[in-house]
């Protein structure tokens, strides 16, 4: 089944040690979407993809950055994480830049000690 | 600013039937979408409005009032594997996708 997946499910890390979370997809979809998202909120997009077209949200800490060296696969990287960015972060695709539902990876819960 | 606004939590009995009411103020419509997310999951799609009125689709209904800035999603016939939270999305503009807080419902036997 073409799907969204993500590793690990569960991340624990140190305080200011850094960290990766990954993604991949079989959709061939084009957009790939980074969210945080804490208990009881809603989800809070850091950074999307169309393609190879790297957008930034302008409230994204400096902290997270991303990279996408294919199609297929995107990365989060936490370079010095603090206590406040213990949450769930999410990956997501759509099929192009239009108005597309958005697929959903299982989620990588993110545990800072 | 751009809102979005759910009730926080709901609860209802199994069998009987609840309206999960959003209401939207965005820069642009490009449409709206609602998602359930179980606890400790990710969201998964029901249902995309972008035109005024009822869409239907097995025991979920959404439905979209653009002068408003109002939908509502209605779950018919509650099962207890219905508990999650139930997130309003609006695409604005700029083809944003704008997220409410989500509503939790709660199930009863």
């Known amino acids: 089944d073409a799907m969204v997946i993500q590793n690990p499910r569960y991340q624990v890390t140190q305080f200011g040690k850094p960290v990766t979370l990954s993604c991949s997809q079989t959709l061939n979809h084009n957009v790939m979407y980074w969210y945080q998202q804490k208990s009881s909120q809603a989800p809070k997009l850091l950074f999307h993809y169309y393609d190879k077209d790297f957008n930034n949200e302008a409230d994204t800490p400096d902290n997270f950055q991303s990279r996408r060296p294919n199609t297929s696969f995107c990365f989060l990287d936490i370079r010095s994480p603090g206590l406040g960015d213990a949450a769930m972060y999410l990956c997501?695709?759509?099929?192009?830049?239009?108005?597309?539902?958005?697929?959903f990876g299982d989620g990588t819960r993110l545990s800072i000690l | 600013g751009q809102n979005i606004d759910q009730p926080t939590e709901m609860t209802a009995t199994e069998g009987a039937i609840v309206q999960i009411n959003c209401t939207y103020q965005t820069s642009g419509f490009n449409g709206l979408f609602w998602y359930q997310q179980h606890a400790g999951e990710a969201p998964t799609f029901l249902s995309y409005?972008?035109l005024d009125g009822l869409e239907e689709k097995g025991r979920f209904s959404s439905f979209l009032s653009r002068s408003k800035g109002y939908s509502y999603l209605l779950l018919k016939e509650l099962q207890m594997k219905d508990s999650a939270s139930y997130l309003c999305?609006?695409?604005?503009?700029?083809?944003?996708?704008?997220w409410g807080a989500g509503t939790k419902l709660i199930i009863k036997p």
């Open positions: 409005n972008v």
């Open positions: 999305a609006v695409v604005d503009s700029n083809y944003q996708l704008i």
């Open positions: 997501a695709t759509s099929r192009d830049k239009e108005v597309q539902p958005q697929h």
